[in-house]
């Protein structure tokens, strides 16, 4: 790949700036078109990903007595009838409150692949990348007042992103929660008039060579919004030293449960959408201790995130959805682990209206197949995006001019909708 003298220099520029925090609101710097316009809502989306593929058997749909538990017990949940595994009994006590699908279904089986379709909503193709579900709402939903972004990823490792959207609807990551917000101060060296003058300097280089309007606008835009962040009081929505010692306990101490406690900050604060990752869940073998660690987790946090919302009034404005990109295997292979199973897996839903105790479709008596009300992840992200108040009638175009919507084909699952 080449490099232009006029990048070559304006990257420099940037890395000297003294300015870290802008970099990570640099993405791709075209997006689409302009309609249709932002809608106003109140309503904001919290995503847990299982990253890795988490098994359904173990955790949302055990099968208690068939031979493919595999030493997992089953537990009777609050919802009458309803069981989930042992390793969930907190979620299962609160399983009145929210809304469980057991008839996923996916036709994307390899690490990669499943993630995307999971988070865009859209299989993956050479030709394009696809907004993720928090680009859309970041697109598609008016702001709250204030200098924080409409969509933060925490723990994210590779996402996808905002896609064809660029840069206006780009995540901002957020690698470790209890590190807070990194690069967000200016480099002790550098002063605001110092800095100052070096954002005119950049500005200047940019103009070197006369580069498209939209990508000069798109950079521009970058920068500013980076700015206003690092010299806002905005920028204490990431702080989880201001939380109570005994809130952050709550939720437990991994990254995964610190990063659900700041997601509760981030959305009290004004941001819409936040994609929280758990990873670990690829258990191609020695698969109970992992899995059983994973839940311990999980198990924890979860429910804190859903009391701490309650709590606070928040529940009925915050849908929390909980999604891995495919489940496992029934039958173990020979390491004792399970293996990626796209054909059928389970979701959670919570709060925004979703109704509490409802479960939609069924796996069979074995957990292989749908054996009833089948889901596609296409319509997991249309029923999100109804509970949301995002428009599916007027499609957003990509810069080639191809018309997309939220959830491409889905259609919304009537119970939740």
């Known amino acids: 790949m080449s490099i232009s003298r006029r990048d070559l220099l304006a990257l420099g520029c940037r890395s000297a700036l003294g ?37 359904h058997l173990d955790t ?75 680009a859309w709402i970041s697109r598609l939903v008016a702001t709250t007042p204030g200098n924080l972004p409409a969509y933060v990823v925490i723990g994210g490792g590779a996402h996808p992103g905002s896609g064809f959207m660029g840069q206006a609807q780009a995540p901002l990551p957020v690698d470790d929660p209890t590190a807070g917000l990194q690069y967000a101060s200016r480099n002790k060296n550098v002063d605001a008039a110092r800095a100052g003058h070096r954002i005119d300097l950049l500005t200047a280089l940019e103009s070197v060579g006369a580069p498209a309007a939209t990508a000069a606008a798109a950079m521009a835009t970058a920068r500013s919004d980076a700015l206003k962040l690092m010299d806002s009081k905005d920028l204490l929505a990431f702080d989880l030293k201001l939380e109570k010692e005994a809130t952050r306990e709550r939720y ?66 915050t849908l929390v959805v909980l999604g891995s990109e495919f489940g496992r295997t029934p039958v173990f292979n020979v390491r004792q682990g399970r293996d990626h199973f796209p054909k059928v897996f389970s979701v959670v839903m919570s709060g925004a209206g979703v109704p509490g105790g409802v479960v939609v479709g069924a796996s069979d008596e074995r957990a292989m197949t749908v054996a009833a009300r089948q889901v596609t992840i296409p319509d997991l992200h249309a029923t999100i995006a109804a509970r949301l108040g995002l428009a599916r009638t007027i499609p957003v175009h990509s810069p080639e001019g191809r018309p997309f919507v939220v959830g491409d084909k889905g259609v919304a699952v009537s119970e939740l909708v």
């Open 60 to 134: 949302l749909d055990p099968k208690p007595g068939q031979d493919v538990m595999g030493g997992v017990q089953a537990l009777a949940s609050k919802v009458d009838g309803v069981q989930l595994s042992a390793l969930l009994p907190e979620l299962a006590a609160r399983l009145d409150r929210c809304a469980l699908i057991r008839s996923m279904t996916s036709t994307q089986g390899a690490h990669e692949q499943g993630d995307y379709f999971m988070r865009t909503g859209y299989q993956m193709r050479g030709t394009i990348r696809h907004p993720t579900l928090g």
């Open 252 to 317: 437990g101490e991994d990254r995964f449960a610190q990063g659900c406690l700041m997601a509760r900050r981030l959305v009290e604060h004004g941001v819409r959408a936040v994609d929280v990752t758990l990873g670990g869940w690829d258990t191609h073998d020695d698969h109970l201790d992992r899995v059983t660690d994973r839940c311990a987790i999980l198990d924890r946090a979860l429910p804190a995130l859903l009391d701490d919302l309650r709590e606070r009034g928040m529940d009925k404005t």
């Open 19 to 55: 300015l870290g925090l802008t970099a990570w609101f640099v993405d791709d710097l075209v997006a689409g078109d302009a309609e249709p316009s932002p809608v106003a809502t109140t309503t904001n989306l919290i995503y847990l990903h299982m990253a890795g593929g988490m098994s």
